[in-house]
């Protein structure tokens, strides 16, 4: 019997290894541990669960795609609707119709207007664009001989500089939960100066940066960093110029877009999924991740999770102030963020054909 264990152990040893070898070999990503900034916050106070997006009206049901992002048009008539189809649509806030406005092929995801009221949008596969009723243009596709492969977020500043992030440098967008599971700091923020067509790297190294956002007096951005699970300022002025400071890191989930009220001084911030103790078990885990990643029905399953949607109101300063939920998914699910126009919240994400409204 002891020669029989043996052989036993000596097999499953050999399968172990071989194994091992194998998920390292073939695995589509290096991974590395990771932990999280902070824990993540108690389903209590601000965070206690609610049911307040389940009271969305449906703006334009059917005819708007994964509505990723939005930004209303300075008259205040219609939002801008970036949708999974390529296009950009016109939402008007009167009567919900919907208008296919410009097709900008590849996928559209942040926009933003800058001072003249022109669009700029972030597409993940054809660069920075401008978008005006003359056509589409492309503003940029690299920075330093690096080709952008997952524009994200964008905000412009008053001098009409284009902040945006870029999720991942190594993984495109059909691919990016690898870049998430890897865990290594491959996005990046950059910045563009219509003034002399130039774009430069603000920031490297970061965990899949996604919304940004700035601030009145442009002194600073506020940005996500999906992976990690938190928001952090960087510093375009002032004694803390070009440094980074993390503003919240207890996240209950993973922030996607962020926007600003500037009236109020608040941000809305998309919460996406759920960061529960096996999530951040898994982040813990490099090999683990490297199995997950070379199993794509893992990685459909979590694209094909049950509903689950949040909104996160903060202050300038990272502190949760107000949430809105459907927990449950019975109306909205996968928000990715939201803006306020005349008191009113409009929300879209990445599992729903329709922007949400919702008295603020």
Not at 257 to 262: E, G, L, P, R, T
């Amino acid at each position: 019997m002891a020669v029989l264990g043996g052989v036993v152990l000596l097999v499953l040893a050999l399968i172990s290894g071989a194994l091992y070898s194998k998920v390292n070999n073939e695995s589509p990503i290096d991974a590395v541990a990771l932990e999280f900034s902070a824990p993540a916050a108690k389903q209590e106070g601000v965070y206690a669960p609610n049911s307040l997006l389940q009271g969305v009206v449906k703006l334009g049901e059917g005819k708007l795609s994964k509505p990723e992002d939005m930004v209303a048009h300075p008259s205040g008539q219609f939002l801008y609707v970036a949708t999974a189809d390529g296009w950009v649509k016109k939402l008007y806030l009167k009567d919900g119709a919907v208008e296919d406005w410009k097709f900008v092929g590849g996928r559209p995801l942040g926009l933003a207007l800058n001072p003249d009221g022109e669009l700029i949008v972030a597409n993940t596969h054809n660069g920075l664009l401008k978008v005006t009723d003359a056509g589409v243009e492309v503003l940029t596709t690299e920075v330093d001989g690096s080709k952008f492969l997952l524009l994200d977020g964008v905000v412009v500043a008053k001098d009409g500089r284009i902040f945006f992030t870029d999720a991942s440098s190594k993984f495109k967008l059909d691919v990016h939960m690898n870049d998430i599971l890897q865990g290594r700091p491959t996005g990046r923020i950059a910045v563009y100066n219509p003034a002399d067509k130039s774009t430069k790297l603000l920031v490297k190294d970061l965990y899949f940066p996604n919304g940004i956002a700035i601030s009145k007096d442009d002194e600073f951005l506020i940005f996500a960093e999906t992976t990690l699970c938190r928001l952090s300022k960087y510093y375009l002025m002032g004694e803390k110029k070009g440094t980074v400071e993390i503003i919240n890191g207890a996240l209950p989930a993973f922030p996607d877009n962020v926007h600003y009220n500037y009236e109020k001084g608040i941000l809305y911030v998309g919460i996406v999924g759920e960061r529960d103790p096996v999530t951040t078990l898994l982040w813990k885990l490099p090999f683990l991740k490297k199995v997950v990643a070379m199993l794509p029905w893992i990685t459909a399953a979590v694209d094909n999770a049950p509903k689950f949607a949040r909104i996160l109101v903060i202050d300038e300063n990272g502190k949760p102030l107000k949430l809105y939920e459907d927990l449950k998914g019975k109306v909205m699910g996968f928000v990715t963020g939201a803006i306020e126009v005349d008191g009113y919240l409009y929300v879209g994400g990445l599992r729903d054909d329709f922007i949400g409204r919702i008295p603020v």
